[in-house]
Nanobody, 127 residues
Framework: QVQLVESGGGWVQAGVSLRLSCTAS????????MGWFRQAPGKEREFVAA????????YYSDYVKGRFTISRDNAKNTVYLQMNSLKPDDTAVYYC????????????????????WGQGTQVTVAA
């Protein structure tokens, strides 16, 4: 198990940038694939971005591709989500997730393949 704590959310105007951080406890952070998901009011939690254990491969939803960037620093036990050109539709609670399962590729976009979740951080984008 790993404990995840997100930070960096807030209220912003459309068009600006935010960077979310997720710091994990424990010494085995590099053994987890990491993902970001989000949930808007009244909607299902949806995939945003994922990154493999080494950080060598990343995946994005079509909604954020080209605007968001996921990265990780295994020495700091931290994964980041750089969000640029934010839109009101990006308003949601953003969750960091870690997968201890040996899944690869598009399986990293599937919520049920993650077994550790943070509490979430609110991002609100005003028009």
């Amino acid at each position: 198990q790993v404990q995840l704590v997100e930070s960096g959310g807030g209220w912003v105007q459309a068009g600006v940038s935010l960077r979310l951080s997720c710091t994990a406890s424990g010494r085995t952070f590099s053994s987890y694939a990491m993902g970001w998901f989000r949930q808007a009011p009244g909607k299902e939690r949806e995939f945003v971005a994922a990154i493999t254990r080494s950080g060598g491969t990343t995946y994005y939803s079509d909604y954020v591709k080209g605007r968001f960037t996921i990265s990780r620093d295994n020495a700091k036990n931290t994964v980041y989500l750089q969000m640029n050109s934010l839109k009101p539709d990006d308003t949601a609670v953003y969750y960091c997730a870690a997968s201890s399962n040996l899944v690869y590729g598009v399986r990293l976009t599937v919520r049920t393949n993650y077994d550790n979740w943070g509490q979430g951080t609110q991002v609100t984008v005003a028009a």
